[in-house]
């Protein structure tokens, strides 16, 4: 397989972009290792989160440990589901996922429900909860992109634009992924035929540090528990819309010609939007604070007790050596 990648109008080429690298003798892929940097970036952004405002950072480590490990297993399940015809022959390839096949809406619905169930246990309260971690989630998603970047997989159909993006067409292991339109517009380099796509993981890697950066400056004007986790849901769902209408690797529901995840998008926008404008309306009518500012008042209040009750205990001989 040639190992270049090319981006012709920015005159970048990339001639060495493996799929994996040698250590002891074992084949390690990156595209687990940005996945697994990406998690372990975005717990560590939670539990800063978690620290900043006054939380059990253990008990966020918890629900981290717990989410990762059903959020990989969802996220397999949600493309096996999906792409059945690709497993349904040799289930054992189900559970070999070196060569890619993880949804990430698979692993971010069974996040999201591993996290709600951990919460009832812990009786910690689900929508604060959520505001906190939402905060790490698109810096996982940010990273994690880069794992179809070296697996040459997830990219969008033709495109001759400023980001176009040529890779070999012998290091396409998707099927269905190559189109007739890229066939016609093939370009054959030093002997190598290329076709020239859409970098959609580029795109969505972008987007992704969008959303994190609005989740980051937002964070200190949340006016209700569960403002965060809604802005995240309108803001990455309109971006995956888009995105997921450029590639060519679209998992479709059963029987339908119908992009699965471009319909959950869409649910996830819509209902985020409704539920902000509840919260909203709820939180001008009760009149609450943002929780930032109240928390902070509430620190300041539990200072100037404590040093009212320091000073009330402090004896005179204290106030003679003070004086």
């Not at 996290?115 to 905060?135: E, G, H, N, S």
């Not at 990455?236 to 060519?248: N, Q």
Request: proline share 2%; net charge neutral; aromatic share 12%.
């Amino acid at each position: 397989m040639t190992e270049t990648i090319r981006f012709p109008h920015l005159h970048i080429t990339l001639n060495h972009v493996g799929q994996y690298f040698n250590l002891f003798g074992f084949h390690v892929a990156f595209y687990g290792c940005v996945i697994a940097l990406g998690m372990i970036l975005g717990v560590m952004m939670i539990l800063h989160e978690a620290k900043r405002t006054g939380q059990s950072e253990d008990n966020y480590l918890d629900i981290a440990i717990w989410t990762l490990i059903f959020s990989v297993i969802g996220a397999r399940i949600y493309y096996v589901v999906f792409a059945w015809d690709l497993y349904k022959d040799n289930l054992l390839s189900i559970f070999n996922i070196r060569q890619g096949g993880l949804a990430i809406y698979g692993g971010v619905l069974a996040g999201i429900l591993t996290a709600f169930i951990v919460c009832k246990i812990k009786k910690m309260p689900f929508l604060l909860v959520a505001d906190t971690c939402i905060i790490g989630l698109p810096i996982g998603q940010m990273l994690g992109r880069w794992g179809n970047f070296f697996n040459r997989e997830a990219f969008g159909g033709y495109t001759d634009s400023l980001f176009a993006m040529q890779i070999p067409l012998d290091a396409v292991r998707q099927e269905g992924a190559v189109t007739q339109e890229m066939m016609e517009h093939l370009k054959t380099i030093k002997g190598v035929e290329y076709i020239s796509v859409h970098p959609t993981f580029l795109y969505e890697s972008l987007w992704s540090l969008g959303v994190f950066l609005l989740l980051f400056f937002m964070r200190k004007h949340v006016r209700f528990h569960g403002q965060q986790f809604l802005t995240y849901l309108v803001a990455y769902g309109t971006g995956r819309f888009w995105i997921e209408g450029l590639r060519t690797d679209q998992l479709f529901l059963t029987g339908t010609s119908i992009p699965v995840s471009q319909l959950l998008a869409a649910i996830m926008v819509v209902f985020g939007i409704i539920m902000l404008i509840v919260g909203n309306r709820r939180a001008a009518v009760s009149g609450n604070e943002p929780q930032e500012e109240a928390a902070d008042k509430t620190a300041e209040t539990a200072a100037g007790e404590m040093t009212e009750s320091g000073a009330e205990k402090e004896s005179p001989a204290d106030k003679k050596r003070r004086g």
